[in-house]
């Protein structure tokens, strides 16, 4: 396996990401304090200071957290009383059109923007019916959808916006902070994310009521000892990942600032490769690069699943974001709006694009590897 020669980096399995940890001293005081409080979850210390912290951190006013994101998304459905029909986009991950499922929401698949590969706006007007209710983008990538034109056709049927902003921690696009935008934003703190709490999520909403709903939701419904509410789950963050919350947030603008440095070694070493295209090119210094995506296009001399095994053969392991596009999962592939002819752009970006290795401390050595496998003609 292990070719001679190959710088020692080289050699060992590179994955598409490495969680990023604060100092292990660090954390330990906050574990001290936890077994001292012996509060470990229901609204405790750590999960209010954090909860504030990260409101301040994100530039918003009202964010709650949750055990994941998967499970802010669910409930920002709930929330909402999102029901009938919501327009989506395929190009992203499953839990995105899952949250639709669980509400018991039929999701209606909309293609996306060439360049961007977020939901396109164009698109979305036609696809509604009397049944819609809501629409449900990704700021894929970290990019910032098109979020006033969204917002003027949402306004234009009546229809909420409910944004998965799983990829977008700390982004700004040129209209500002995306979380400012929509009815809801569902976040992501899982273990391979930009900023991570080992698993987490949060929901940022519009005013105080929102986040008393969303408050009662993610703890069963319970208002007070003895009321219910409503039907709700339990997604409620706990105390140990409420705490290292708190200390990542000390680190997470210099583990960005270190992506970014990776993000420009990808770009320079790739710069003079022939039909290969960096999709986070002109992005670097207002996406968060949690992810270094290319797209393989027709003149490269191999297609992208070729270059894919390439790379593995190498121990370097990147990955198809996304692919397949969820429209093509069982659970959706029957519904009208998933033919692969009513999404040609995600369907052609589903097969194209590959992720590359992105992490703070990813080594140069491997992306010079990388960069010289990928120019191999
Ligand atoms: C990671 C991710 C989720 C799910 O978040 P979890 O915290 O893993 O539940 C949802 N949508 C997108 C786009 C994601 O990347």
């Known amino acids: 396996m292990n070719a001679p020669g190959l710088p020692l980096a080289a050699l060992r399995q590179v994955y598409v990401t490495k969680p990023w940890l604060p100092p292990l001293e660090a954390f330990i005081p906050y574990l001290e304090q936890i077994w001292d409080n012996r509060v470990l979850t229901n609204s405790g210390p750590f999960h209010q200071r954090f909860e504030q912290a990260l409101a301040e951190h994100l530039g918003v006013e009202h964010l709650s957290l949750f055990s994941n994101g998967t499970l802010a998304l669910v409930t920002a459905l709930q929330a909402l009383r999102i029901s009938g029909e919501v327009i989506t986009t395929p190009y992203s991950f499953v839990a995105t059109a899952h949250s639709l499922l669980w509400n018991g929401i039929k999701p209606v698949f909309v293609d996306v923007d060439p360049v961007t590969l977020n939901l396109d706006p164009a698109r979305i007007e036609a696809a509604i019916t009397p049944q819609t209710t809501a629409i449900m983008p990704v700021h894929c990538y970290g990019r910032p959808c098109d979020v006033e034109a969204i917002q003027r056709i949402a306004d234009i049927y009546n229809l909420r916006v409910i944004y998965d902003a799983a990829h977008a921690f700390g982004v700004r696009g040129t209209m500002g902070n995306p979380l400012d935008y929509g009815d809801m934003s569902a976040l992501s703190f899982h273990a391979t994310k930009v900023f991570n709490t080992f698993e987490g999520g949060a929901i940022v909403c519009r005013d105080a009521k929102a986040k008393t709903r969303i408050d009662h939701l993610k703890n069963f419904g319970f208002v007070d000892e003895t009321t219910v509410v409503a039907p709700g789950i339990n997604g409620k963050m706990n105390e140990f990942s409420s705490a290292l919350g708190l200390l990542q947030l000390q680190h997470v603008d210099e583990a960005i600032r270190r992506r970014r440095e990776i993000a420009r070694a990808w770009l320079a070493g790739l710069a003079d490769v022939r039909g290969i295209r960096c999709l986070q090119a002109g992005q670097l210094d207002s996406t968060n690069n949690g992810y270094f995506p290319v797209m393989v296009e027709p003149e490269y001399p191999i297609d992208r699943d070729a270059l894919?095994?390439?790379?593995?053969?190498?121990?370097?392991?990147?990955?198809?974001?996304?692919?397949?596009?969820?429209?093509?999962f069982p659970m959706y592939r029957g519904l009208p709006s998933a033919a692969p002819n009513n999404l040609p752009v995600a369907t052609a970006a589903a097969r194209r694009v590959l992720c590359l290795p992105i992490y703070p401390d990813l080594e140069p050595s491997v992306i010079e590897r990388a960069c010289e496998l990928i120019a191999a003609r």
């Open 308 to 328: 894919y095994q390439r790379l593995k053969d190498a121990g370097i392991h990147p990955r198809r974001y996304f692919y397949p596009l969820i429209s093509e």
